[in-house]
């Protein structure tokens, strides 16, 4: 059962239009970490950039190491369109323990990490403990933010966001992608950091940056809103996974869907 989404915000949706420089500021804020943040027609389009990126700035022949579950197409398909080739790492219903990360890590070539914030919106990964063991292993973070952005989000080397629909950032189109500082100084050192420019500007962003803007500026509430929905859900529905656990989705195992229906109906009301 998937319920009607949030609709863009009124004040954005009437002046769509604004400042770049103003959005960036508001979309840094949400982040855990600085990075240079660039704006995309789609999260699709990150997920592209971040891979060209990473073959870009290759210090290393590695894999790409992404999540049994709880990830998204792009993590299998932009890489491979980089020819990289992709391992996956065992979870717990798409959570990572990070000492299996850790014990992967050692025992494989590996380049970067994909990964979300949320593991399939359900339930937060441990994102300060994979942070910090990507880095031991000096192995590049990739961090896809969609689902998690308003919470605590931002630890990748990369990050990149959709701001399509259904999202926390929810514009029904575009996203962006942000950059750690040694990344820059990579592609920089490489003579790469031109054609980056000249790839970003193939992906011409409509100005949105006012509705952009304005659902950035409430993310922390739309997501503090939905975790707390989701969690009476939760509670309230047979067979719901993660209670007790921060998400913005809720899943639920059940033999009689319409049972399940009839019980978000009655917890809505």
Known sequence: ???????????????????????????????????????????????????????????????????????????????????FNLLKIRTNLGVIDPGVLEDFLRKNNIYAFFLTTLAGYLVRQPMEEI????????????????????????????????????????????GFIGMDKKIEDLLRDRGKIEELKNLLKAFKVVNIYGLMKEE?????????????YCNILKEELEGAYFKGEEGVCVFVEHQDPRKVSKRVNEVIK
């Open 131 to 174: 942070k910090k063991v990507c880095e031991d292993m000096e192995v590049i973070l990739v961090e896809d933010a969609s689902g998690g952005v308003g919470g605590s989000c931002g630890f990748g080397d990369i990050v990149v966001c959709s701001t399509g629909s259904p999202k926390i950032i929810n514009c029904e189109y575009g």
């Open 216 to 228: 950035a500026l409430n993310a922390k509430k739309t997501y503090k809103k939905l975790v707390e």
């Open 1 to 83: 059962m998937i319920l009607p989404h949030r609709r863009p915000s009124l004040r954005g949706l009437l002046e769509p239009r604004g400042n770049l420089n103003e959005l960036i500021t508001v979309i840094e804020d949400l982040l855990r970490y600085e990075r240079s943040i660039s704006i995309l027609p789609s999260g699709n389009a990150g997920l592209y950039v971040a891979s060209y990126i990473l073959r870009g700035i290759e210090e290393k022949e590695g894999d790409i190491l992404v999540p049994d579950m709880g990830g998204w197409r792009g993590f299998l398909e932009y890489p491979r369109m980089f020819k």
